[in-house]
Every structure is written in structure tokens, then in C-alpha cells.
């Protein structure tokens, strides 16, 4: 409530209230009624006061309470003033202290102004019973709003956990203004804006600023459509570091969750979705988002849909191809339009060959204004020296604008490729520099041409070298993880990875890098999207050049993520084994923020490590450690009504079955003449029934070339190994358990021949091997 209305105003009235009230007591029956009515408006006055001290009142609402308090002050004293009128002294009664005691006056019927003040009271009691019935309704409502928000949220969230939004703002953030105007104003464009069913392809080579100009047309069709409720807008950002997330039945229900929110209430065939599938607990199936999909788009008078970096987009099952054919065919049916950028790759090329295209640049002014935009970041002496600033502007500019795009085919006629990326590259370059002189004797050195890139990320290297030993050394491992992580990581996570020395049997706070330090001796190559938390390489490029350089910067990474992840995972904190209920294990996962991490892909980059089997060994004899990992490494809450979902993991994995699971060979080889083969889990699955689901073929070859494993073990639901191989499409794994003569080929599953399975699923390299195996 503001200033000058509070419970106190209605705290004062009552009290006069109960002050008039006293005053009736032995009155004759002519005030019976105006009494009973005081009685009325107290008990009205009481529940108003509970009711505005539980709410928060909006400036309307205190002035209409402000005005009937008010009326009711104004009433009673009236009503004081008036009851004077019919009390008067008794001459033959008197109090204990002598004095002369009040009396009524005689009256036959009730008096006509008391009457007249006993209707505004009712007034004033009808009055405040509205108010207070309105706010409890409007209360009510907003209650009721709530948990329609609250359940609509949940089932959002149940279509997709992945939002675009953060990456959104942390793009949009990065731009500068003014730059991308020459999209925005060109006559592609605004005809792809103005018409629908149109498609605008924007192609780019890299660095030439494709994302933030993504993130600049967002924004400029939110701003464009923010009062036309009837136009919907979804966006996806591909990035090749979630490309075990961003699959085809994420990318499109992220479209069917930002277009359902767009609407004023949850399109029913969302609701319908999410009531097939709650009770079945999987997630709905392509087609049925598809189909959902194409209902929601058409209760929009225009949609636009944009993706960028199609190039980074996962390839592996089609999932790119196929994300292109399901928008086509939203633009066919329902009129979409299309936007998308992406790298020069012939393969996606091809599929807008008709579509109307428009390359992707950085303008000599885009680069000009970035540059001028973060010349404040380069030592003070530069700051204070304006001709100084012109110069490094003019040479960056001359800089970008040499590179010879010949080896570019398909740009020859794009002469102008300027790249913000070595913009921003060519000036971190600057940033150490003491004086005049180097900052000069620098800028005749900026590298131009084709290697550009190469020659700036080197030089950032150098730079990294180039520092206090300590410094180095941080810098080149935050490079390491960063680079070779399997999924983004969070600045905290990263923080934690860098903190672990061996030997530790817990974590260490104290040993934590402050994130701004790790970033500032990186030389410009890692950002952080605040958004998000996600600490990134600056650019996909980074990305490769680490790549092409891995063993030149930091040749044991695998190894040494390995066995910061396996010392993580065997901290003395986790040696209560897997938690029992989930509050305990988000309650984990949330003080301890590397395990997720660690537990999920530590035995990926085991498989990448040369000579990691001793630490991996080591953490296989914390084996209550290695079952929580195991936990973590299983769960994951797909829907918000799981309950227990924690509890949903295979228990009594060995050391064997983790081998099998990640396709961790060598330390399979390590191992294997001490443990027992053929061991089962709690769902009585070997190591080779690991093996074989997940495809690795080493580890199945290994264990059978050892001629003690059961090859047709079922599981307590009547599975093999070979049924979970041809189930999942692994070829290789099948021949191997064909070829160990054992495996029982027409071996049933509810009543359902594997053959036959495999033929009905498109498994034809599976089908063409049990055919081959049930001809001999």
C-alpha cells in the first residue's frame, strides 16, 4: 500500500465504530436497528482489514477503499453528534464519584435522522463489502490465472526443456549498433518481411557476423509485430556443441513450444499432445509434433521461422535434412516464412538453390563502428590519443579487407568480405601493448589473406605464452576443457573443473579461479553469455583451429579431463552411495556442480586418453563412488510429474558393465582376466549386453574372443545382446555376435521374430546378415 493508506486507517474506524456501539447499550428499542447496524459494519470493517492485510493493493483500489473509510468517518461522526441529541442528564441518578448520569430520552418511534444515518451506514456497509468482495474475487482469479500459467508452463516445458532466449539477449548484447542495417533496409529483405510463404537464405563465409545479424532480424520482427498478436516468431540457434541435444524432436517442438506461447492460451492440440503421452511417460513422437506443429502455425495469420548456422546442425541420422524438409512443408501447407544462415556447404546450399539468397557481410562501416565501439578497451594511453584511435581503426579496416576471397569460388563476386571476428581478433592483439611504438609496430603486422585466422588464433597463443607461468598454465587448461568438453559448460562448472589438483579427496573452495581472471588471460578467445552462464570459444572457428592444433597447445587434455573427472566423481562427499530420494539428488547435483558433468562423460574422454586405464582402475575400486556416479550418469527428470525419477537407474554396475557402456577398450583389455565376464546388473544385463545397445565393437570383440561369455544371456524381459544390436542399427555389432555361431536367429520377442522386426524398421544391412545367418 503507499504512503497516507494502511491497516491503521481501518483500524481507526473500527475503534470509532466500537466507541458509537458502547453508547447504544441500555438505549430503548427505537435504536435497536441503528444499533444492529454499528454490529453490521464492524464485522464488515474486521474482514475488510484481514482481506487488504493479506493483498496488495493497486493505486485504484487504495483510493476506493480511501474514499468509503472516509464516508464511514463522516457517517459515525454525524451519528455522534446526532445520538447527543437524545441523552440527557438524570438529576436522580448519580455515579460513585457523585457525578450526574446520562439517560435516554423517552422516544415512541425510531427518529427520523437517525433513520436517515442508519441508510448511510448501510450504504457505507454495501459499499465496503464490494470492494472487499471484488478484491477477493479479483484475488481469486488471480490465483486461478496462476495455476493455469503454472500448469501451461509445465507442459511447455514438457515439450522441450531447450529456450532460445537467453542465447537471444547474449547475441543481441553483442551487437553494434548501427551495424546489419544494410540488411534491414535492403529490398530482399523487406520483401521476404512484407509477403508470405518466403524464404530468405543468408549465407556467410566465417566470422562475417551471420549469428548477431540473426539475433538483429529477431529483434527486428518482435519490435515489428509487438502489437499484432496473430503473428508468430520462433527462432533456433544451431551450435555443434549441442548437437546430442539439438535433434529433430527438439528443434521442432523448440518451435511448437515458442509459437504455443505466443498464443493468449495453450492451443489445444498442445494440451492434447501432452494428455496422449503423460500417461505413457516418453516423449511424443516426430509426427505427432509435426502434426501439432501444423495445427498451431495455422491459427497464425503469418509465422516466421529462423535457424541459424544450418552448418552446425547435426548430420548423423539426417536430422538436418529432415529439419529442412519438415519446414518446407510448413511453408507449403500453412505459408511460413523461412530464414537461414549458414557457412558455404554444398549440401545445404543446394537445398535453397531456388530461394531467394542474400550473402552475409561486415560493411567497412560495420567494422569501423565495431572498432570504435571497443577502442576503451585497449590500454589508457590509446583512450587519450584520438589520432591514435583513427590509425588503429584505418589498419584493423585495411586489415579485414585484405583477405583474398579466391579460394572462395562461390564469393568471387562478393568482393567485400569483412569479417567482425578478425576485427575483434586483431584488436585483443592490442590490448597488452605498452606504448605508441607497439601498438604500431602490431598493427604493420595484423595478418591479412586466407590464413587470417590462423595466423590471429596463433598469434593469441603466443600471447598466452608470453605470460606469467601461472597464468599460462590456467589459460591453455581453461582452452583444454573448453575446447574438448562434450557439451557446453557452464562458468562454474568450469571453475570446479580447474580447481581439482590430484591427491584431493574433497573439493577445495579456495582453490577456485575467479571467472573474470580465467577470461582476461585467455587473450580474447573465450567469452561468457550472460544469459546463459555458458563460458564458449569466441567463434566455431576457434573451435576448428584447436582442433587442427590439439597436440601442438595441449596434447594431453583427454587425459588429463579424465582424471579430473574420475578424481571428482571419487570425492569422499559422494561416498554415501546414490542418493535415496531426488530432493537429496538435486541437492547434489546443486553443491556440487562438475558431477553431472563428470558423471556423463568422463568415460568419453577415458576413450580418448592415451594411457588413462590406471586412473579409470582406480576409481573402479570407490565402487559405492562408482554406483553414485552410476546414478548420475542414468537419471534424468524427462517430465515435471516424475516422481522418484532419481530411483529409475540400473544398479550393481561394475567396473566391466562402465567399460561396455562407454567403449572404454583398453581399460576393458586391463581388466578382464580378473572380473567376472558374464556378471549382471540389477536388470541382469552383462557388459555385453552394454556393449552391444551402444555399438562398440571393440569391447563386444573383445569379450567374445575370450570364448567365456554367454552370447545368448536374456534379460528378466527376455532380451539379448543381439536383439538390442539389431534394434539399434549397429551392423558391425550384429555381424560379430552372428559370426560367435551361438546367437539363436530366430529367437522371438512378444511373439515377434527378430527378422521380421528388422525388415518392418528399415534395418537392411541387419536384415541382409540374419538372412545370410538363417540360409547356413
Known sequence: MSFGFSIGDFLAVIGLVNKIRKDFVGAPSQFEDISNVLRSLSIVLNDAEVTVSEHELNPQEETDFRDVLDGCQHTLGKLQHTVDKYIVLDSQQTSVG??????????????????????????????????????????????????????????????????????????????????????????????????????????????????????????????????????????????????????????????????????????????????????????????????????????????????????????????????????????TSCGANLFATSRFIPDITERFERDTWLEIRASKEDIQRYVEGHIDELPRFVRRDLDLQQEISSEIVKAVDGMNVASYPVLEDFTNCNRFLLAKLHLNSLKGKRSRTAIRDALKTLPTGTESYSCAYSDAMTRIKGQLPDEAMLAKEALSWITCAKRPLTTIELQHALAVNGGQAEFDEDNKSDIEDIVSICAGLVTVDEESGIIRLVHYTTQEYFERTQKNWFPTAEFDITTICVIYLSFAVFGSGPCDTDSSFEERLQLNPLYDYAAHYWGHHACQARSAHSKVIEFFHHKINMEAASQAMQVYKKFSWDDRYSQYFTRRMTGLHLCAYFGITDVAAAIIDFVDLDSRDEDGWTPLFWAAENGHEGVVKLLLDTGKVEADLEDEYGDTPLWWAVRNGHEGVVKLLLDASKAEVNWENDRQMLLSWATRRGREDAVKLLQSACAS
Request: with cysteine.
Open 98 to 331: 457523585g457525578k450526574l448520569k446520562r439517560a435516554w430520552k423517552r422516544l415512541s418511534v425510531e427518529p427520523e435522522d437517525i433513520r436517515d444515518l442508519r441508510s448511510d451506514v448501510n450504504v457505507n456497509i454495501d459499499l465496503l463489502a464490494a470492494l472487499t468482495g471484488r478484491l477477493t474475487r479479483d484475488n481469486t482469479f488471480k490465483l486461478v490465472r496462476y495455476q493455469e500459467d503454472k500448469e501451461q508452463q509445465a507442459i511447455l516445458d514438457w515439450l522441450t526443456p531447450t529456450g532460445y532466449a537467453p542465447q537471444q539477449n547474449d547475441f543481441l548484447k553483442q551487437w553494434q549498433a548501427g551495424s546489419g542495417k544494410w540488411l534491414l533496409d535492403s529490398a530482399k529483405f523487406k520483401s521476404w518481411l512484407g509477403t508470405k510463404k518466403q524464404t530468405l537464405f543468408c549465407p556467410g563465409i566465417p566470422g562475417a557476423g551471420k549469428t548477431i545479424l540473426t539475433s538483429i532480424v529477431v529483434d527486428k520482427l518482435s519490435s515489428h509485430f509487438k502489437d499484432e498478436s496473430n503473428n508468430g516468431i520462433a527462432y533456433i540457434y544451431c551450435n555443434f556443441k549441442r548437437q546430442d541435444k539439438q535433434t529433430l524432436e527438439d528443434l521442432l517442438a523448440s518451435v511448437l513450444k515458442q509459437l504455443a506461447q505466443a498464443r493468449s492460451s495453450l492451443p489445444q492440440t498442445v494440451r492434447s499432445l501432452y494428455d496422449k503421452y503423460k500417461s505413457m511417460k516418453v516423449q511424443p513422437s516426430i509426427d505427432d509434433i509435426s502434426t501439432a506443429l501444423h495445427s498451431v502455425v495455422a491459427e497464425f495469420s503469418r509465422v516466421f521461422i529462423l535457424v541459424d548456422a544450418l552448418d552446425e546442425c547435426r548430420v548423423n541420422d539426417s536430422c538436418r535434412a529432415k529439419l529442412l524438409s519438415q519446414l518446407s512443408q510448413l511453408q
